[in-house]
C-alpha cells in the first residue's frame, strides 16, 4: 500500500527553463544575427558600384549588428514567470521579538526620528 503523505505538493510549471536549453537558444539568435550580418557584407560588397545608398544602408547595418548581437546574446536569463493563479501561499507566523518566548517581554522601546529611543508606554 502505498503512504499518503499530508504534505502539499507544489505544481513547477512556473519553472524556468534549463540552462542548457537556455545556453542553446542564445547561441542560435547569435548565429542567425551573424548569419544576417554576413548577407549584409556581401551586399555591400555587390552594390557599392550599382545602388549607393542601399550599400551604404547594409554597411550601416553589417557594423552595428555585431553590437547588438552581443548584448543580446549575453543579456541574462529570462525572468521566471508569475506563479500560476492556483497558488496558496502558507499561512504566515507572527514574528517573534527578543525574549518572547513565554509570552512575557516587555515592549521594545521605539525609536524617535532623531534616533533617541522613547521610553515604553504604560497601559492604562
Known amino acids: 500500500m502505498r503512504k499518503q503523505s499530508s504534505g502539499q505538493a507544489f505544481r513547477i510549471t512556473g519553472a524556468r527553463q534549463g540552462l542548457t536549453e537556455d545556453v542553446r537558444g542564445r547561441q542560435r ?17 555587390v552594390l557599392w558600384n ?48 527578543p525574549g518572547d518566548s513565554d509570552g512575557s517581554a516587555e515592549p521594545v522601546p521605539e525609536r524617535s526620528a532623531t534616533g533617541a529611543s522613547t521610553p515604553p508606554r504604560d497601559a492604562d
Request: charge should be positive; aromatic fraction near 4%; glycine fraction near 4%.
Open 29 to 45: 539568435r547569435y548565429v542567425i544575427s551573424m548569419a544576417v550580418r554576413t548577407v549584409a557584407v556581401v551586399l555591400t560588397v
Open 50 to 97: 550599382v545602388e549607393r545608398p542601399v550599400a551604404i544602408a547594409t554597411l550601416v547595418l553589417g557594423l552595428t549588428l555585431p553590437y547588438i548581437a552581443v548584448v543580446i546574446a549575453n543579456a541574462g536569463r529570462e525572468n521566471a514567470p508569475s506563479l500560476p493563479k492556483t497558488f496558496v501561499a502558507g499561512p504566515t507566523r507572527p514574528m517573534l521579538t
